[in-house]
């Protein structure tokens, strides 16, 4: 992860693990070779780096996180991982390929990041990820500001910390910056959430800390309830809350 959020890096790996071992679709698309170089974009605790490193490539993995690298140090010490902000790096190794997964959408500075990934790949060489799209949450988001404004606060827009685009306009950022986009897809994926009843409370101290900074706990447990009752007929099933995701996925190649 790339971002200032404050990340509870043993609550991540714990209870949201669904983030890295659903990434079969994108890391089929990488399809990383043992002769390549590869970055790992907003790596978290390296449980994808690790596994692209099994396949023989050469890797490195980069993120923002002190506590997540810590934890994908320990894990994977045979690795080189790299504490750095996505949007604005430079490093001085060429790869093949750049890959990130569920991590742009936390780099509010898309064109910083897409610029970066561009200086450091080899010409030829593609940028492979998955991310959030336009829409991604998009009921949580919505109740989430019904139920401030029931409490009679606001939602400020800066605090939401994600970049959720189209394709089409992801496609013209990367064009803009030499990357051609080869292949793209939007897909809505419904998630299982960890935590039965309390699933969706745990997604929102994991994922929307920023919103809540000003709140007291007796505010806070007003907040999950009008939160909780206001999407349960939509997300709760058979006791498990269901996240409505909605993701982007692309391959580009660098032409410039």
Known sequence: MTNMHAWDSDSYDKSFSYVWKMAESVMALLNPQASETILDLG?????LTRRIADSGATVVGLDSSSEMLFKARTAYPDITFIQADAQNFTLDERFE???????????????????????????????VAEFAGKGNVGKIFDQLDRSFDMMGRRTEPEVNP????????????????????VCATM??????????ELGLRMWLDQFTKAYFAELNPAEMET????????LRRYLFHDGVWIADYRRLMFKAIKTL
């Not at 790596?43 to 449980?47: K, P």
């Not at 910083?112 to 790949?121: E, I, Q, R, T």
């Not at 994600?162 to 986009?181: C, I, V």
């Not at 907040?223 to 206001?230: K, N, R, S, T, V």
Request: net charge neutral; hydrophobic share 35%.
């Open 43 to 47: 790596c978290g605790t390296g449980h």
């Open 97 to 127: 390929a750049v890959f990130s997964n569920a991590a742009l959408h936390w780099m509010k500075n898309a064109e910083g990041v897409v610029k970066s990934v561009a200086n450091v790949l080899k010409p030829g060489g593609r940028f």
């Open 223 to 230: 907040l999950y309830l009008h939160i909780e009752d206001g």
């Open 162 to 181: 994600r970049f959720t685009p189209t394709l089409a306009e992801y496609s013209m950022l990367l064009q803009k910056h030499g990357l051609e986009t």
């Open 187 to 196: 897909t809505d994926r419904p998630t299982p959430l960890e935590g039965g």
